[in-house]
Each structure stands twice: as C-alpha cells, then as structure tokens.
C-alpha cells in the first residue's frame, strides 16, 4: 500500500511491468467518494494561509474545455484560442489556450481573471491562459 502522494503513470507503469499487486489511492478518489463530499465546504482548500504575493483569479475550473473538438470558453463567454497542444511520452495530452487581446481588454471580469490585467492592454501582452491535461484511453 502506498499514500496518494505515490500515484502517477510512472509509478504504475512500474509496478505493472514487475507485476506487483499495489493499493494507492488516485489524486481524485476525494472527489468520488461520498464520504468526502462536504469536506472542502467544512474545512475549505488547504494551506491557503501560507499563500503570500499571489493574486487569485478565477480558476481553470470555471472555464469550458472541449477536448473533442480542442476548444475553450472563458467565464465571461468568449472563445480562447489553441496556442499550444502536447503530447507527453506516457500518452497525456495537455491542450494550452489563451484569450484574445481584443476580448481580455475590454472584459469586465479582467480584473478577477487575470493576475497581471494591464498585460492585456499591450499589443505584446497576453490574455488570459489556461490548460488542460488529459489521457486517451486507459492508463497502467
């Protein structure tokens, strides 16, 4: 047995080759077990009382990722565009994207969504990116 802090594709890829019989927990059990279903709402995220100099915006997971099609919508209901997709050696796929100029300058959520909203307001700036990763298939 092993704690979660044990559990990715190179470690169970591992112990598939060796053919050894091992119990570690993935990163999201929390997520699907019932029994941990108020916890975050009880005792809210942790170590957010350690976080000193960073500016929280609005989380990639308020944004709408279509990995199908390789398309994303930001919170205020624009579309981002593709900037970068990889492809990693053990089979994940991370889809990188990034908001238009012209939408991040002039949307009213900049100052929630982005750490640094005035990079938006440069033509050498950047909007607002965010990622993806994910896995086509099944994994070890």
């Known amino acids: 047995?092993?704690?979660?802090?044990f559990s990715n594709d190179a470690n169970n890829h591992y112990l598939r080759r060796e053919g050894i019989n091992a119990y570690?927990?993935?990163?999201?059990?929390?997520?699907r077990d019932k029994t941990f279903i108020e916890q975050k709402e009880k005792y809210g995220k942790r170590h957010r009382d350690?976080?000193?100099?960073?500016?929280?915006?609005?989380?990639?997971?308020?944004?709408t990722f279509n990995k199908k099609r390789k398309t994303c919508r930001c919170p205020a209901g624009?579309?981002?565009?593709?900037?970068?997709?990889?492809?990693?050696?053990d089979g994940k796929r991370k889809l990188f994207f990034e908001g238009k100029l012209t939408d991040c300058r002039q949307c009213e959520l900049k100052?929630?969504?982005?750490?640094?909203?005035?990079?938006?307001?440069?033509?050498?700036?950047?909007?607002?990116?965010?990622?993806?990763?994910?896995?086509n298939g099944r994994t070890a």
């Open 50 to 63: 350690t976080l000193k100099g960073i500016k929280s915006v609005i989380p990639a997971s308020e944004f």
């Open 111 to 135: 100052h929630q969504c982005m750490r640094n909203p005035s990079s938006a307001d440069t033509r050498e700036g950047h909007g607002r990116q965010v990622s993806i990763t994910y896995t």
């Open 78 to 89: 624009n579309d981002m565009w593709l900037k970068n997709e990889v492809i990693t050696s």
């Open 24 to 31: 570690i927990p993935d990163n999201q059990f929390r997520s």
């Open 1 to 5: 047995t092993a704690d979660t802090g």
